[in-house]
């Protein structure tokens, strides 16, 4: 995991700062979504070799989520947005 | 006794002579001397046993790599096995002892297991020691492991401390031998902020170790120029003693200095060890090469050593290998001795040059033997003579010395932490390290660069991009180029012919035969091949066998080593130690402490503490004449029935609320309703997760329209938070919620028992008659006729009339004091969280004891609580599956033994009276369970299959691992009260 | 001696004897442990993946069940995943109905491995302990361990003192959170981790099973909604099933399929000392932080702690974890500080939503998935090879892996022994 994440309120902060959560890759389905929508949003993950999307907490910093995109090879970090910028839709 | 000390020269410091012993023997050297130097110096070639077959070893390297010189260094807490003798400083009053040899190293009865070699081969263990197959835990497997291992470690504690610590650069150089210093050097003059770490104690490397120069400069006058400038440089910082054992990503190098390894009385005040995280923008890996040992029969025999370690010792410590030595050489290193030898007047018997065409111009006294090999050495514990073969003929040669090169490794360790593959070069008969990777670019001879010049141009040459690449633009490199001199290395992997084992990994005893024999079984890739034969897995990673090893393989496959490849190279460079990586997390330290605001008033009102996650929490209060702790619970839970308690929760999570939406947020998070709330009253709400389980419950309060006031266990404290901010923040940024934790702000007390509103009534300035301030209430108050503002919240956990009140943290020693005097005429007591767990079992509340991560609401009796109404909220739409409606569910009933005399214990689990013990059979087991004195009996909350079903049904709580088998019944969880009359009251 | 069967090489059984005959002969008439066939245009099973569970399986099917024509695909050398990188600690001290006679299954095939497929794997039951430091943990052990022992699987509740007696290192003077007492699972213990799968693919490639090293997997082709075989680095094989056995790269494999899993990739470190006298005879598990230890017959202290918590492929861990597992360790044994850890390495572990593992068929006919098994993959090995077989042989699970079905997080009934829900980062 790369040693810095670009918090894009606070700036480059240490990983140690953060707390993953995981894939970001699917939204909340609507309340009437139906059982599979739902089974898919609680269970099914993206879990590439590659590029990735995920939901990651500033927790020691400004206390915002953020979408990480990153590499889960080379662990390189590509972006960090705010969560509630992107909406759900990454 | 051949090794010497040379009457004059070296680097060490005569006038500094230090005492050591080993094995128990009274030796001396001088500053400047490693252990290694320092036992050479007095003639003691045998130090050590090896791995398998306990052949006598001596010391091979001068340097990270040694395989054999292994010694226990240190006593008591301070014991230090394995420690390389060729790296550890002497320093006064050293004690080393040899390892792996009994009675003695040089006497070791370990040594007959050479004459069962044959039956040792690779990966022999594999293939017997399995009948009976009881006798592998009991006979075989004791002797294996007694036998193998190397030194004894310590079971006393440390007695030194450690730190870490961050730094960050835009150079890092590691390695300060002439491409290192090269590169420090030209970083150093542009301005940039540059890290040079080495791993020994004396930068130079090779200009420290060989005679060379540099146009008019000799190697040490170079040396002392650029260090003494470097030294100069406020923007260069020098960590001597300190290796650079890992690059990991983010180009964060770790390294470990040695802070007191070297000193023979430790200064408290200061760490032994300090690691360190480097943040480099760029690092130069100026790590130099590793001398490859020749593969021949005995070439293990103390006596034998690598030709660069020959002339390190003789130059940096003085001290020669032997009267009469022999070069066994494929290239330039093995002549570079033989001269540095004969310069000094030592006698070179013979130069053994492997290549049939070995370069003319030699213009010293030696014989050279080209095309020939060193077929055996013997000797045993001191190599005597050296049979050399040449063309079908042999000649035996008096020898007390053998200095071997076969050629040069790079060191490419680091290089390839982080998933670079090292790639075969024929040119250098080498694997190389990509030269620049993102963040890191090899230099000097770690890139196969050769001579002085070219590895100073090279180290200058490579800083100087990266500096201009950093922004640097003025960089200018501090040596002008200059042409590499390379000599065409022809390797040879192992001579042929040989009589004796001749050794390719010496630590773990993997000879060429293992090799051999390891590919014809179908363990030839080359992973295979060392998790078979070991080859490499010793502590010193295979820095020397790895190359050898590979070329073997090679041969025997009849393929490149290209093909072959290496095993995976990673961290750490060297073996570090614990105590370094721990730093001070340690004992008492381990984590860091969360005390209470009202840590202080419960320590002196007599608490005894228990740890609760980062938490110090008040278990109970013992007074005196009470010999149990049951006593003190029993008296604290029956005061606060019948008068009243104080108990500290303030652990508990806070978390302020606000914003227009904060209702509708919290509607959505809770599964029950929150948006009716009204101000000034609070609700018991249960918070799912997204799969339907409930994560955590709590109360939360309106304490104005937009202003909520959430509580939540002590354990999921700040996860709610997380979950919560989540919420808000990814899932519905559309909402106007905030959130703000103030656990830390407020004390949180709770006063319980029916004498509560009493007592408090005499501080809270409002009325809180039942009628202005009923069950649920939750207001902000005035306390002290105004002199403090708090909030009062009328919730019990106990079942009792009761209130929690929150006063801002610095005030909470205080205003329980207040409550204390107040109450003492009611009879107050202080109780600690065993009264409170019993009580809310009497009561039949649930924790995270039931609230497990594995029980839907309905399992809890919680299923009205569930909202039907509410289009959305989190966890709604998995409660539906099939699993979570079975009705086998295990679901909250209560337990009490048949007769109350007898007890069960919590964990116990629930069998139908007169079943057979099974899974099958199994019925749920007991999640909580106290005595209760209220009752007069054990009590226990258990999770049984449709228990709400069974109340009244006998059952035996069964705790095989007690051997305890209490019959039971299943009840109503609610023991006490189940009208809430006192509640109420 | 030489056995074997007409399809497979023949079999030089290992003995005491064997070893002393080939000694006499330097040791050069070992014949190989496995044949390094050519690929067949088609087999009956493939199974993609030579690490323990796949080698494991094909041995059951040709053993147990007489499946015989099959080949293991595997992209590297044979174990070169997680078989050949953990920390090997076999327990089955299980709490969930789901898991525990599973596990007990595999320690039973433990038990009688070596005889079994004629290897010295080294079983060595040196016993588990399981630290607890809190009232909380000691009723969650209770409650395990009455668990086990509803199963029969022998479990013990130690105390403070006992627990001194048998471990005096451990630091029970000073610590930041006490030592109250332990679980312990006398049966629990260590297995050379190497050994097993080498013993495995010996076995299977005896009874004619293909071991095809260095042979990618990097297509499945499917006709009429079956699939027919796989495209290879060695070129396409056809197959009657298809049996995925690719652990961390299971999502990978599937993808090949657009099969999404319930299934993240993390990594863990593990890490060895060097090597030491007889240190630590069992294997203990820390309580109150990530850390857990046995000692190698070879001396070294191998130990491991958390998984780093992000996903990843990369098979290499960070400096942090690296400090909190030994942070850890010398909590737990003080005198660790002045011992030098060697080596440190990562895996890729296929956490599952709800930590247990995936035994299955699949929405398509002939795959079969198994995958899930988090970082506890090891101990599984013989049970997890025995139970995929006996479900690709028969199209029927077996009883003990019953509970593994790829439809429990649809249908609610998650096997969930921490409770931590579906967040494999924290099971």
């Given at each position: 995991m790369a040693s810095l994440i670009a918090c894009p309120h606070c700036g480059p902060r240490p990983k140690e700062e953060f707390t993953v959560r995981g894939d970001a890759g699917i939204n909340r389905p609507a309340p009437d979504a139906g059982k599979d929508a739902w089974y898919a949003y609680v269970y099914l993950r993206d879990n590439p070799r590659g590029r990735h999307k995920e939901h990651w907490h500033h927790t020691s910093g400004c206390r915002r989520w953020l979408v990480v995109e990153r590499d889960t090879m080379t662990h390189a970090v590509y972006s960090a947005v705010d969560a509630a910028v992107t909406g759900e839709t990454v | 006794m051949s090794s010497f000390r040379l009457s004059s020269g070296g680097r060490i410091d005569r006038s500094k002579p230090l005492d050591f012993t080993f094995d128990g023997k009274p030796m001396q050297g001088y500053a400047g001397d490693t252990v290694a130097s320092a036992l050479l110096a007095n003639g003691r070639q045998l130090v050590g046993r090896s791995f398998k077959y306990h052949r006598p070893r001596g010391i091979l390297t001068a340097g990270a790599a040694e395989p054999n010189a292994l010694l226990t260094i240190g006593e008591g807490g301070r014991t230090e096995p394995n420690t390389r003798a060729t790296v550890a400083e002497l320093y006064q009053d050293l004690i080393a002892k040899s390892q792996n040899r009994w009675p003695s190293v040089d006497f070791d009865l370990g040594a007959v297991n050479g004459l069962l070699s044959p039956f040792l081969g690779a990966g022999f263990y594999y293939k017997t020691f399995m009948w009976p197959a009881a006798f592998w835990e009991k006979v075989y497997e004791p002797i294996i492991r007694k036998a193998a291992g190397l030194?004894?470690?310590?079971?006393?504690?440390?007695?030194?401390?450690?730190?870490?610590?961050?730094?960050?650069?835009?150079?890092?150089?590691?390695?300060?031998?002439?491409?290192?210093?090269?590169?420090?050097?030209?970083?150093?003059?542009?301005?940039?902020?540059?890290?040079?770490?080495?791993?020994?104690?004396?930068?130079?490397?090779?200009?420290?170790?060989?005679?060379?120069?540099?146009?008019?400069?000799?190697?040490?006058?170079?040396?002392?120029?650029?260090?003494?400038?470097?030294?100069?440089?406020?923007?260069?910082?020098?960590?001597?003693?300190?290796?650079?054992?890992?690059?990991?990503?983010?180009?964060?190098?770790?390294?470990?200095?040695?802070?007191?390894?070297?000193?023979?009385?430790?200064?408290?005040?200061?760490?032994?060890?300090?690691?360190?995280?480097?943040?480099?923008?760029?690092?130069?890996?100026?790590?130099?090469?590793?001398?490859?040992?020749?593969?021949?029969?005995?070439?293990?025999?103390?006596?034998?050593?690598?030709?660069?370690?020959?002339?390190?010792?003789?130059?940096r410590q003085a001290v020669a290998p032997g009267r009469q030595t022999v070069v066994f050489t494929n290239g330039g290193?093995?002549?570079?001795?033989?001269?540095?030898?004969?310069?000094?007047?030592?006698?070179?018997?013979?130069?053994?040059?492997?290549?049939?065409?070995?370069?003319?111009?030699?213009?010293?006294?030696?014989?050279?033997?080209?095309?020939?090999?060193?077929?055996?050495?013997?000797?045993?514990?001191?190599?005597?003579?050296?049979?050399?073969?040449?063309?079908?003929?042999?000649?035996?040669?008096?020898?007390?010395?053998?200095?071997?090169?076969?050629?040069?490794?790079?060191?490419?360790?680091?290089?390839?932490?982080?998933?670079?593959?090292?790639?075969?070069?024929?040119?250098?008969?080498?694997?190389?390290?990509?030269?620049?990777?993102?963040?890191?670019?090899?230099?000097?001879?770690?890139?196969?660069?050769?001579?002085?010049?070219?590895?100073?141009?090279?180290?200058?040459?490579?800083?100087?991009?990266?500096?201009?690449?950093?922004?640097?633009?003025?960089?200018?490199?501090?040596?002008?180029?200059?042409?590499?001199?390379p000599e065409h290395a022809r390797p040879l992997w192992f001579v042929r012919g040989s009589k004796g084992k001749a050794f390719v990994d010496y630590q773990n005893d993997v000879h060429v035969r293992d090799l051999v024999s390891a590919v014809g079984e179908g363990y030839g890739h080359v992973e295979l091949a060392k998790r078979y034969t070991t080859n490499g897995m010793a502590t010193d990673q295979g820095k020397l066998s790895n190359i050898n090893a590979i070329g073997i393989l090679a041969e025997a496959r009849k393929v490149s080593p290209a093909d072959v490849g290496t095993t995976t190279f990673r961290p750490f460079y060297t073996p570090l130690s614990f105590g370094a990586l721990a730093g001070t997390s340690r004992g008492k330290h381990f984590q860091p402490v969360r005390k209470s605001p009202?840590?202080?008033?419960?320590?002196?009102?007599?608490?005894?503490?228990?740890?609760?996650?980062?938490?110090?929490?008040?278990?109970?209060?013992?007074?005196?004449?009470?010999?149990?702790?049951?006593?003190?619970?029993?008296?604290?839970?029956?005061?606060?029935?019948?008068?009243?308690?104080?108990?500290?929760?303030?652990?508990?999570?806070?978390?302020?609320?606000?914003?227009?939406?904060?209702?509708?947020?919290?509607?959505?998070?809770?599964?029950?309703?929150?948006?009716?709330?009204?101000?000034?009253?609070?609700?018991?709400?249960?918070?799912?997760?997204?799969?339907?389980?409930?994560?955590?419950?709590?109360?939360?309060?309106?304490?104005?329209?937009?202003?909520?006031?959430?509580?939540?266990?002590?354990?999921?404290?700040?996860?709610?938070?997380?979950?919560?901010?989540?919420?808000?923040?990814?899932?519905?940024?559309?909402?106007?919620?905030?959130?703000?934790?103030?656990?830390?702000?407020?004390?949180?007390?709770?006063?319980?028992?029916?004498?509560?509103?009493?007592?408090?009534?005499?501080?809270?300035?409002?009325?809180?008659?039942?009628?202005?301030?009923?069950?649920?209430?939750?207001?902000?108050?005035?306390?002290?006729?105004?002199?403090?503002?708090?909030?009062?919240?009328?919730?019990?956990?106990?079942?009792?009339?009761?209130?929690?009140?929150?006063?801002?943290?610095?005030?909470?020693?205080?205003?329980?004091?207040?409550?204390?005097?107040?109450?003492?005429?009611?009879?107050?007591?202080?109780?600690?969280?065993?009264?409170?767990?019993?009580?809310?079992?009497?009561?039949?509340?649930?924790?995270?004891?039931?609230?497990?991560?594995?029980?839907?609401?309905?399992?809890?009796?919680?299923?009205?609580?569930?909202?039907?109404?509410?289009?959305?909220?989190?966890?709604?739409?998995?409660?539906?599956?099939?699993?979570?409606?079975?009705?086998?569910?295990?679901?909250?009933?209560?337990?009490?033994?048949?007769?109350?005399?007898?007890?069960?214990?919590?964990?116990?689990?629930?069998?139908?009276?007169?079943?057979?013990?099974?899974?099958?059979?199994?019925?749920?087991?007991?999640?909580?369970?106290?005595?209760?004195?209220?009752?007069?009996?054990?009590?226990?909350?258990?999770?049984?299959?449709?228990?709400?079903?069974?109340?009244?049904?006998?059952?035996?709580?069964?705790?095989?691992?007690?051997?305890?088998?209490?019959?039971?019944?299943?009840?109503?969880?609610?023991?006490?009260?189940?009208?809430?009359?006192?509640?109420?009251? | 001696m030489i056995s074997g069967n007409s399809h497979g090489a023949p079999i030089m059984r290992y003995s005491a004897f064997s070893v002393f005959l080939n000694a006499l002969r330097g040791n050069t008439t070992w014949k190989p442990a496995w044949r390094s066939p050519l690929p067949k245009n088609h087999y009956d099973v493939i199974i993609v993946g030579g690490g323990g569970h796949g080698l494991a399986t094909a041995y059951y099917l040709a053993k147990e069940f007489g499946v015989t024509n099959v080949a293991v695909l595997e992209k590297g050398y044979i174990g070169s995943g997680n078989v050949g990188r953990n920390t090997t600690i076999i327990r089955s001290n299980y709490l969930l109905q789901g898991n525990n006679p599973f596990y007990e299954l595999s320690m039973k095939l433990w038990e009688g491995l070596e005889q079994d497929f004629n290897f010295n794997a080294m079983v060595s039951q040196r016993g588990v302990l399981n630290l607890y430091h809190s009232d909380a943990q000691r009723d969650a052990y209770t409650r395990r361990g009455n668990a086990m022992r509803l199963h029969g699987v022998d479990s013990e509740l130690l105390d403070r003192n006992a627990v001194r007696q048998m471990l005096p290192f451990l630091d029970f003077d000073n610590a930041r959170f006490p030592i109250q007492g332990a679980l312990m699972q006398k049966r629990g213990g260590t297995v050379r981790h190497d050994a097993v799968a080498w013993g495995y693919a010996r076995g299977a490639d005896s009874r004619g099973v293909d071991i095809i090293q260095n042979c990618e997997v990097t297509g499945i082709r499917r006709e009429n909604g079956r699939v027919t075989g796989v495209e290879t680095s060695q070129g396409f094989i056809g197959c009657g099933k298809l049996a995925l056995a690719a652990a961390g790269n299971s999502t990978v494999v599937a993808d090949m399929v657009d099969m999404k899993l319930p299934i993240e990739s993390h990594v863990l470190q593990a890490f060895v000392s060097e090597g030491l006298k007889p240190f630590i005879d069992n294997v203990v598990t820390f309580g109150a932080g990530h850390f857990y230890v046995s000692q190698s017959d070879k001396g070294g202290l191998v130990f491991g702690g958390d998984i780093d918590g992000y996903n990843s492929y990369a098979q290499r861990g960070n400096l942090a974890t690296v400090e909190h597992v030994a942070e850890a360790g010398v909590a737990m044994i003080p005198a660790l500080s002045r011992v030098r850890v060697l080596r440190s390495w990562g895996g890729v572990m296929d956490m599952s939503m709800d930590g247990s593992p995936i035994i299955d068929r699949t929405h398509i006919d002939n795959l079969y998935l198994n995958a899930g098994w988090c970082y506890g993959g090891f101990k599984a090995t013989p049970a997890s090879g025995f139970c995929y077989a006996h479900l690709i042989a028969k199209n029927e699970p077996h009883e003990t892996g019953r509970a593994f079905r790829l439809d429990r997080f649809a249908r609610g009934r998650m096997i969930d022994e921490k409770g931590v829900g579906a967040q494999p980062n924290l099971h």
């Open positions: - | 030194g004894r470690a310590t079971y006393e504690p440390d007695p030194d401390t450690y730190e870490k610590c961050w730094a960050h650069c835009d150079l890092l150089v590691i390695g300060a031998g002439p491409a290192g210093l090269a590169a420090a050097l030209t970083a150093g003059r542009a301005g940039a902020r540059v890290i040079l770490a080495d791993e020994g104690f004396e930068p130079g490397g090779s200009l420290i170790s060989e005679s060379t120069s540099f146009q008019d400069r000799s190697a040490t006058e170079l040396l002392a120029q650029m260090v003494a400038e470097l030294e100069s440089l406020p923007n260069v910082r020098l960590l001597m003693r300190s290796t650079v054992f890992g690059w990991y990503d983010g180009n964060v190098f770790g390294a470990v200095e040695r802070v007191q390894k070297h000193v023979g009385t430790v200064d408290p005040h200061r760490p032994m060890e300090r690691l360190w995280r480097i943040a480099a923008k760029q690092a130069i890996l100026a790590s130099g090469a590793e001398e490859r040992p020749m593969v021949f029969g005995g070439n293990d025999i103390p006596g034998v050593m690598m030709a660069g370690a020959v002339r390190s010792y003789f130059h290193s093995g002549y570079q001795t033989a001269a540095d030898l004969e310069a000094r007047g030592l006698d070179v018997a013979a130069i053994v040059d492997s290549r049939a065409d070995a370069p003319t111009g030699w213009a010293g006294k030696a014989r050279i033997i080209s095309g020939g090999v060193v077929r055996d050495a013997s000797g045993g514990k001191a190599l005597s003579s050296i049979a050399i073969s040449k063309g079908g003929s042999v000649e035996t040669i008096k020898a007390d010395a053998l200095a071997m090169s076969g050629g040069w490794s790079p060191i490419i360790h680091l290089a390839c932490h982080r998933g670079a593959r090292p790639v075969w070069s024929d040119a250098k008969s080498a694997f190389l390290a990509p030269e620049r990777q993102d963040g890191l670019t090899v230099a000097g001879s770690a890139a196969g660069v050769e001579t002085l010049a070219a590895c100073l141009a090279d180290g200058a040459e490579k800083a100087r991009q990266i500096l201009v690449d950093l922004g640097f633009s003025n960089a200018g490199a501090a040596f002008a180029p200059a042409a590499d001199k009202l840590h202080d008033w419960a320590r002196k009102n007599g608490a005894v503490f228990v740890e609760t996650g980062l938490w110090y929490r008040s278990s109970w209060f013992p007074k005196s004449g009470e010999t149990t702790w049951r006593e003190s619970v029993d008296r604290e839970v029956l005061n606060v029935r019948k008068n009243a308690g104080i108990c500290d929760v303030s652990t508990l999570g806070k978390i302020e609320i606000f914003g227009k939406d904060a209702a509708e947020f919290l509607n959505r998070v809770y599964c029950n309703a929150f948006l009716k709330l009204p101000v000034g009253k609070a609700r018991y709400g249960l918070m799912l997760r997204e799969d339907g389980m409930i994560y955590d419950d709590g109360t939360t309060s309106r304490l104005s329209e937009n202003h909520f006031f959430m509580t939540t266990t002590t354990a999921y404290a700040a996860g709610v938070m997380n979950h919560l901010e989540f919420c808000a923040q990814a899932l519905w940024p559309d909402l106007d919620v905030q959130f703000a934790s103030s656990t830390d702000q407020w004390a949180q007390i709770a006063v319980a028992g029916p004498k509560s509103r009493a007592i408090l009534q005499k501080i809270v300035d409002e009325d809180i008659s039942d009628a202005a301030f009923p069950f649920l209430g939750a207001r902000e108050v005035s306390l002290f006729g105004g002199r403090l503002a708090g909030r009062l919240f009328r919730i019990s956990f106990s079942g009792e009339l009761a209130y929690e009140l929150a006063v801002p943290a610095g005030y909470g020693e205080a205003v329980a004091d207040a409550i204390m005097e107040a109450g003492a005429e009611h009879g107050i007591c202080p109780y600690g969280v065993e009264a409170l767990g019993v009580m809310r079992i009497e009561k039949g509340h649930v924790t995270h004891s039931e609230i497990n991560g594995t029980v839907i609401p309905s399992d809890l009796g919680f299923a009205k609580m569930v909202s039907t109404t509410k289009p959305d909220f989190i966890g709604k739409a998995m409660l539906s599956r099939e699993g979570m409606t079975d009705r086998d569910r295990l679901s909250l009933v209560g337990v009490k033994p048949l007769d109350p005399a007898t007890t069960f214990k919590t964990g116990s689990h629930i069998l139908v009276e007169g079943a057979t013990p099974s899974l099958e059979n199994d019925q749920g087991y007991v999640s909580s369970s106290c005595y209760s004195p209220t009752i007069g009996s054990t009590v226990g909350l258990a999770l049984v299959k449709r228990g709400p079903e069974r109340h009244g049904e006998h059952v035996t709580v069964w705790n095989d691992l007690k051997g305890e088998y209490t019959k039971a019944v299943l009840c109503s969880p609610v023991f006490f009260d189940p009208e809430n009359g006192k509640l109420h009251g | -």
